[in-house]
């Protein structure tokens, strides 16, 4: 017969404390190795971070760049806008001068027009006075002041715009066209 308990003992004790040994290293290992992943993904995250604002950085100070300039470029085209309206408002009154609005006459001293479609002769009589001009229409002599309206039968009217030393404004309108 054999001892076979001596021989066990030695190996068993052996076997728990290379046991013990083994899971409290793997434990040990599992819990480095943890560490590991956490310290790595902290590193790892702040790094990706720092690169965010960075990036971040960059493209705000890019955004206020285009911003300034766009800034400008508004500032321009409303400077442009304005000089083109001064442009267009001086053609406008250029143009009002030489083609007055429908219906609108300009008559110089001692000059007569014949207006409405043939339907009214009218005429200024010597030059404006300070305050009223003196108007003959279809033979018909009479004094007007800037406002009057003057109605000619049937259906007609004359209406005296404004005068200056030199000219009268008047507005002539038969038939339903009346102002």
Not at 48 to 63: E, M, N, V, W
Request: hydrophobic residues 35%; aromatic residues 4%; contains cysteine.
């Amino acid at each position: 017969m054999t001892d076979t308990t001596k021989s066990d003992r030695p190996s068993q004790l052996r076997t728990g404390l290379s046991g013990w040994f083994r899971a409290r290293g793997r434990r040990l290992l599992a819990i480095v190795i943890l560490l590991a992943v956490i310290v790595g993904a902290y590193v790892i995250g702040l790094q990706t971070s720092h690169r965010d604002l960075a990036d971040g950085k960059q493209l705000i100070q890019q955004l206020q760049t285009e911003s300034q300039r766009l800034k400008n470029q508004i500032t321009e085209q409303q400077t442009q806008i304005i000089a083109l309206q001064s442009t267009v408002a001086t053609i406008r009154d250029t143009l009002n001068r030489i083609r007055p609005s429908e219906n609108t006459y300009e008559l110089r001293a001692n000059q007569s027009l014949i207006v409405a479609n043939g339907r009214m002769t009218i005429g200024m009589i010597g030059p404006p006075t300070n305050q009223a001009i003196n108007i003959n229409i279809n033979g018909k002599q009479q004094s007007a002041a800037p406002g009057d309206v003057i109605e000619v039968p049937p259906d007609c009217r004359v209406r005296i715009q404004n005068f200056d030393m030199f000219t009268a404004m008047v507005t002539a309108t038969c038939g339903s066209a009346k102002q």
